[in-house]
């Protein structure tokens, strides 16, 4: 079955703030403005580019490893800072975030160290800042958001054939002034409602002709035309976990080039009071993206999309927009470390380590005794509940991958970098088999200060998990049919052997778990699987996959057993294995409460905007949008009950 075309017809603290304290900016008031944290420093501009073959270097490319070398006391340069908050607040009784977003052009100047020619370039940003503001919410919040897509105020590009670079073969980018709005990691309906309140879950244009819908919830098949708005409704069930996710535009053929302009921003769901493990103030967010500035005056097509000669020489992955900042810390003080790797392209993938240093360094070593010890407390906003947070020495993070840490470190300097990623991915990560875009950067420094603390690091992760997070012991369904991920040839990204608009969609009963297989046919790459709504499990892949066996000694632990399904944690993105021998992954999800239409894709956006993209529908009566969840459907306890059997499985309730 052929896709439709899209056509209209088918705490930090639990204080509140003021909605839209944050001001918004056009292309005419925002020339040098960098956001509320002070300054921007970036890597220099991009030269214009061509697509005659477009992604084909950048699947197989980036090669050097050459880095950017600081100059200076570069420690004390840039000091860290955190995105611009946004609470939910108590409304007529009812948790309520309403902030408006603003799909707009940012101009600005940017420098990095080394950097020797500063340039103007223009971003397509949320609200005026890079990354846009984070925003705070508990389980059972609703979520209003307004999208106001003004990305019509930036120049144009010429290649911009929108929408008819879609139906090419290979198809391509397109649709740049197009937007729309994703939130990445949250278990919520995928659906909007009409303006009569009936349910519509498919493709819809926002284009000014059809009517507007009266709102969305995580509808990644809207498409709001330039100067349109869309409401979002998105209400978070009573029993959501907490944890780190995040929000971005997802609007296919555009979202490379929206995303690593800026137009993304983190969603911390909060756990409540007796369940957080350090004060607010220590809770850190960390957004990791590499941003491609547009050159100006506009080329064909953006750079995001263009060959590595075509990219900046030292361009570099910024933490919170913020070139290689320094955190100061007190020792032996707990802090929560929260990572969000927003990239999207494949020089993101990245295994990340924490390096003590002699002062600041602009190289990455290799691993030694130096890389410190970081507690790994939570895989893609899902924590390890009633588990021993995990000593890692590294931690792999693919396009999309969010991973919490608590740190506890000693007076010195330490620096955070970016290493190579394993084309075994999970599967071997400590391969030196190295995916051929992945490079090595440093990120950013700490300066810690002796202090008086002496605070220890707690033996198991406080909470209680939801029961839609017990360990999936069986299945309903194993699907015989593998979802395979195939790279062709140059410029050729698909799954299931089509490009997007002409595949055809898995089909799920809902309340049900499944078991599929994952397959990287042709290898070469490394696509990160990502799956909207529905968490799953990767069979045989435990806890403790990354803690080597000297550490689980000098800790006490033991290893776990990897062929029992109650030691996987839970991911919503994973990079799929890339080597000769090892090119696929099993992994089992429960898909709950809401009925739709959805996506699965690669989150190298590079690669799912030109096909690597495939719907998923999820057949039932299901909860819809804009509909408080307070208890499991009866249908969605019985798929848990029935699919659970670990020690310290929660009953749904």
Known sequence: MKRKKRLGSSTKDHEPTANNDQETTTESNSKGKVGRRGFLKIGAGAAAVTLANPLESIAHGYSSDSLMQATGNECNDVPFSEPKPVYAQIINGQSTLQYNLSAEPLNWTFSC?????????????????????????????LINLNLKNNLNLMPPFSGDNCPANHHLTPPKPACFQHTNLHVHGLQVSPCSLDMNGKKHCGFYDIDGKNPPLKCSSDDVLVDIFPGQSNQYCIWLPDMHAPGTNWYHSHLHGASAYQVSGGMAGAIIIREPPEGQIVRSDLDKVFVLQEILPNPTPFPPFPPIYG?????????????????????KMNAGQNMRFRFINIGASPVTLMKLRLV??????????????????????????????????????????GNGNRADFLINLQPGTY????????????????????????????????????SPYQEQIPKVIPGKKPAYLNPIWNVDTVRQQPVQFQNPGAGKFQIDNNYYDLNTPIQVKLNTAEQWTLQNVNGGNTHPFHVHLNPFQILGIAF????????????????????????????????????????QLQIRSRFLIYDGEYVTHCHILVHEDVGMMINVQLIGNGVGPNVPVHTYPADAADCIKRTSRCPGDVPPV
């Open 113 to 141: 160290p080394n950097q020797t020619t500063p340039s103007k370039g223009v971003q397509p940003v949320f609200n005026g800042a890079v990354p846009g503001p984070s925003l705070y919410v508990d389980p059972g919040t």
């Open 415 to 450: 620096t955070l970098v970016k290493d190579r990623y394993p084309l075994a991915s999970v599967l071997d990560p400590t391969s030196t088999n190295f995916t051929l875009a992945s490079k090595t950067e440093v990120l950013m420094y700490f300066d810690v200060q002796a």
């Open 307 to 327: 060959s590595p000669g075509n990219f900046p020489p030292g361009s570099q992955t910024f933490v919170n927009g913020l070139c290689r900042p320094t955190l």
């Open 544 to 583: 403790d996959f990354e803690v080597s066996d000297a550490d689980l000694q000098q800790f006490g632990l033991k290893r776990m057993d990897p062929k029992d399904p109650c030691t996987w944690p839970f991911w919503d993105t994973v990079p799929l294995p890339a080597t000769s021998t090892q090119k």
């Open 356 to 397: 003590k240093t002699n002062g600041c360094i602009n190289t990455v070593p290799p691993p030694s005794s130096n890389d410190q010890i970081m507690w790994l407390m939570a895989i893609d906003g899902l924590s390890f509940y009633g588990i021993n947070p995990q000593p890692v020495r590294y931690h792999l993070m």
